[in-house]
Antibody, heavy 121, light 107 residues
Framework: EVQLVESGGGLVQPGRSLRLSCVAS????????MLWVRQVPEKGLEWVAS????????AYADFVKGRFTISRDNAKNFLFLQMNNLRAEDTALYYC??????????????WGQGTLVTVSS | DIQMTQSPSILSASVGDRVTITCRAS??????LAWYQQKPGKAPKLLIF???TLKRGVPSRFSGSGSGTEFTLTISSLQPDDFATYYC?????????FGQGTKVEIK
């Protein structure tokens, strides 16, 4: 059974940084691209970033370009999202998802339960 | 960026009803469209990809159709477990955008 468990969320001040992690089990991480999607509570879904199976292909939403970095460690079954210069509008539940494909299509086949990031002074 | 617009935003229906949700793309996305279901407090679940391919294990009362810029999700006979919010997502372009969601509520 595929399992994705996010961690690293919390309360952070504007301008500060946070690193989200997602540990994968039940499948071989190197077989899949991965993505991060966020959701403001009671609002819609926003794709944040995608990474191909080997990290060779990466894509970001415009609103995080230059501030967030997606990366992965296939040997340890981890996906990461380094978030710098956080803004109040980055407050959301951040989901890690397994892509259906090995390239970074952005199609979320399996999802974790999310980790909440709150940016506030 | 490609904009995805769903209609309606809220749909009131009864158990047994046939339900259709529409998703329109601001430019052609071929068939690179997915549908997700999300229940309160839960993560989204993939239902359909490539516009009409049902994910394994998803009940056959769900179906998807369309190509280019207009797509539909149909639930042939609404069941109690289907009351949820549904999102479309395009994965054709660099920026993989979602629709704003359609809440299916009990009439």
């Amino acid at each position: 059974e595929v399992q994705l468990v996010e961690s690293g969320g919390g309360l952070v001040q504007p301008g500060r940084s946070l690193r989200l992690s997602c540990v994968a089990s039940g499948f071989s991480l190197e077989d899949s691209a991965m993505l991060w999607v966020r959701q403001v509570p009671e609002k819609g879904l926003e794709w944040v970033a995608s990474i191909s199976w080997n990290g060779g292909g990466i894509a970001y939403a415009d609103f995080v370009k230059g501030r967030f970095t997606i990366s992965r460690d296939n040997a340890k079954n981890f996906l990461f999202l380094q978030m710098n210069n956080l803004r109040a509008e980055d407050t959301a539940l951040y989901y890690c998802a397994k892509d259906r494909y090995s390239d970074y299509s952005g199609l979320g086949e399996e999802w974790g339960q999310g980790t909440l990031v709150t940016v506030s002074s | 960026d490609i904009q995805m617009t769903q209609s309606p935003s809220i749909l009131s229906a009864s158990v047994g009803d046939r339900v259709t949700i529409t998703c329109r793309a601001s430019q052609s996305i071929s068939s690179w469209l997915a549908w997700y279901q999300q229940k309160p407090g839960k993560a989204p679940k993939l239902l359909i990809f490539k516009a009409s391919t049902l994910k394994r294990g998803v009940p056959s009362r769900f179906s998807g159709s369309g190509s280019g810029t207009e797509f539909t999700l149909t639930i042939s006979s609404l069941q109690p477990d289907d009351f949820a919010t549904y999102y479309c997502q395009q994965y054709n372009s660099y920026s993989r955008t979602f629709g704003q969601g359609t809440k299916v509520e009990i009439k």
